[in-house]
């Protein structure tokens, strides 16, 4: 067959040369900010003793989270190591949702929906 030298891409796109960002450019700048409105997002929670959370969503609903028969219970599951008292108490948020660092989450349209209505939510 012939012979040649590679001078780049078929089509010959050339070489891509660096760009400055500049404020009006940049990407922020050009998507608005995510403001999430769900009103099941948490935005607030702390531990509290006897395996209990206190937690208040993105509407200003608050209520408590029962955990400790969950928690100490037959069917504790993947909720058993939050039984070391120092594991429950690292409890954060990611998204909006209750989360430890282990990787458990609780889902927060559930407790929502169940602390809307009775004020807390029982998990057994």
């Given at each position: 067959m012939g012979t040649r030298t590679s001078g780049g891409t078929i089509g010959e796109l050339g070489t891509m040369h660096a760009q400055?960002?500049?404020p009006e450019n940049s990407p922020a700048a050009l998507v608005?900010?995510?403001t999430p409105r769900a009103p099941w997002r948490v935005v607030q929670?702390?531990?509290l003793d006897d395996y209990r959370?206190?937690?208040r969503f993105a509407?200003?609903?608050e209520?408590?989270?029962?955990?400790k028969e969950l928690i100490h219970g037959p069917n504790a599951g993947v909720f058993a190591c939050l039984g070391d008292a120092k594991v429950f108490q690292q409890v954060g948020l990611?998204?909006?949702a209750v989360t430890w660092p282990s990787g458990i989450d609780l889902a927060p349209d559930a407790m929502y929906d169940t602390i809307k209505?009775?004020?807390e939510w029982v998990l057994k």
């Amino acid at each position: 067959m012939g012979t040649r030298t590679s001078g780049g891409t078929i089509g010959e796109l050339g070489t891509m040369h660096a760009q400055s960002i500049t404020p009006e450019n940049s990407p922020a700048a050009l998507v608005p900010p995510i403001t999430p409105r769900a009103p099941w997002r948490v935005v607030q929670v702390k531990a509290l003793d006897d395996y209990r959370l206190l937690v208040r969503f993105a509407d200003g609903t608050e209520g408590e989270v029962h955990m400790k028969e969950l928690i100490h219970g037959p069917n504790a599951g993947v909720f058993a190591c939050l039984g070391d008292a120092k594991v429950f108490q690292q409890v954060g948020l990611e998204f909006g949702a209750v989360t430890w660092p282990s990787g458990i989450d609780l889902a927060p349209d559930a407790m929502y929906d169940t602390i809307k209505s009775h004020g807390e939510w029982v998990l057994k």
